[in-house]
């Protein structure tokens, strides 16, 4: 038995209680979907057929949802978005079975675009203290990371790694 419905009833399921549905809420989504994906599934993806899907809350003054996958035996990669306007629209099932190849829930957030940081140790190409620019703060499955820049490099670090100015 398969459970239908849209995404926003689910947002709003997930979110009972909560005063604001803000990044940090997007995050927790994420997670808990995450962490519940072989049960999770988009017919509309899978109308399309695509393998190793990535489904990414992508946040920049508004929330889309942007859905990224393969087709199988064809190069490239095929990305499907919708906008939180659409989200009534866009419709989630929920699955008795298991899936055999689950979706990777992801976010990410470019609120934090411009801050500066200092490394607290050395990471990648750059030495202890490098001042570095963040560029979004990401979550993919159950990991969170600054994606930053410095020195015309870009790196994905943890926040533990640095310290925000």
């Given at each position: 038995m398969?459970?239908?419905?849209?995404?926003?009833?689910?947002?709003e399921?997930?979110?009972?209680?909560?005063?604001?549905?803000?990044e940090?809420?997007?995050?927790?989504?994420?997670r808990?979907?995450?962490?519940?994906a072989d049960?999770?599934e988009?017919?509309?993806i899978e109308g399309?057929?695509l393998?190793?899907v990535?489904?990414?809350?992508?946040?920049?003054?508004?929330?889309?949802?942007?859905v990224?996958?393969?087709?199988p035996?064809?190069?490239?990669s095929?990305?499907v978005r919708?906008?939180?306007r659409?989200?009534?629209?866009?419709?989630?099932?929920?699955?008795?079975n298991?899936?055999?190849?689950?979706?990777?829930?992801?976010?990410?957030?470019?609120?934090?675009?411009?801050?500066?940081?200092?490394?607290?140790?050395?990471?990648?190409p750059w030495a202890?203290?490098?001042?570095?620019?963040?560029?979004?703060?990401?979550?993919v499955?159950?990991?969170?990371?600054y994606?930053?820049?410095?020195?015309g490099?870009?790196?994905?670090l943890?926040?533990e790694?640095?310290?925000l100015?």
């Amino acid at each position: 038995m398969t459970h239908e419905g849209t995404l926003a009833a689910l947002i709003e399921q997930l979110g009972h209680g909560r005063e604001r549905f803000d990044e940090d809420f997007a995050r927790d989504l994420a997670r808990e979907l995450h962490a519940h994906a072989d049960r999770l599934e988009l017919p509309v993806i899978e109308g399309l057929g695509l393998v190793d899907v990535l489904v990414s809350f992508s946040m920049d003054r508004e929330m889309r949802l942007m859905v990224t996958g393969y087709l199988p035996a064809h190069p490239g990669s095929v990305t499907v978005r919708w906008d939180e306007r659409e989200f009534p629209e866009v419709p989630v099932a929920l699955l008795e079975n298991p899936r055999e190849e689950p979706y990777l829930f992801a976010t990410l957030d470019f609120s934090v675009r411009g801050r500066a940081a200092r490394l607290k140790a050395a990471a990648g190409p750059w030495a202890e203290g490098t001042r570095v620019t963040l560029r979004a703060l990401a979550t993919v499955g159950d990991r969170t990371e600054y994606r930053v820049e410095a020195g015309g490099r870009n790196a994905s670090l943890s926040p533990e790694q640095l310290e925000l100015e």
